[in-house]
């Protein structure tokens, strides 16, 4: 985002100015994440929108470095200080006035032919969608190792409570509270008003199977990773070992959130 690497420099001199050692530095750096990766952070202090905010939980969760987000986007539901707000905050945070809290990951991995492809992390939602072809695909679900549906969709998402105000809530589904343990199911568009959202314990084993030949299908990770997904390969999802460790602004107010970023007051 336009602006952030002039904001990053601001936060890390009060940082500095507060007797806190602080760096700035770009997610994409492989550098970065090394050192991420090798503990040498207390906190990633991060500046941008929510897409920004999910490339950095996706590095900082498994290494469980706790995340600040600052607000330079425009909705920013997973960021908890806005860009007026952090030069209040900053001398509280030095001084311990915050409070640590854990967000639920997904473990997805995908098979085909009996033989996993691969494992990823998810923080937000995993989506198995039809392509460009305007028809919908068949995806046979099963929670616990039992029959739940066969959804005949555009598409169908897995999402966490923190990931609930994302694609999950443009979806129609419902928004959870983001320290909660569930997993939320959405279908897109379905075939039948008989479809409907479905919450289901954060303990679940959920796996979805393409029963629909010759299509254009595809996963999607976070909004970040497409990956195709073909005829009869199952995706598998269940709750990750590690979480995402937020830093949050004790006086932080989720609904206050809601309430203004969906325009409750209108």
Known sequence: LSGAADEAGRVAGQLTSLGVHAETGYLFDEKVHRRVKDGDFDLMITIGGDGTMLRAGHLCGPSKVPILGINLGRFGFLMEIQEDQWPAFLPRLVQGDYWLEKRMMLCT??????????????????????????????????????????????????????????????????????????????????????????????????????????????????????????????????IHPKQLTMLVDPEWNYYKLLYDKLNWGL
């Not at 039809?130 to 028809?135: A, M």
């Open 109 to 238: 991995e995908q098979w085909r032919s009996g033989a996993i492809l691969g494992t990823w992390d998810v923080l937000n939602e995993v989506v198995v969608s039809r392509g460009q072809i305007i028809r919908p695909v068949h995806l046979e679900a099963y929670v616990d190792g039992r029959f739940l549906t066969t959804y005949v969709a555009d598409a169908l998402i897995a999402a966490t409570p923190t990931g609930s105000t994302a694609y999950n809530l443009s979806a129609g589904g419902p928004i959870v509270y983001p320290s909660l343990h569930c997993i939320i199911i959405t279908p897109i568009c379905p075939h039948s008003l008989t479809f409907r959202p479905l919450v289901v314990p954060d303990n679940a084993a959920i796996s979805v199977q393409l029963l629909t030949p010759h299509m254009d299908t595809y996963v999607t990770i976070d909004g970040q990773t497409a990956l195709p997904f073909n005829f009869e390969d199952v995706l598998s999802l269940k």
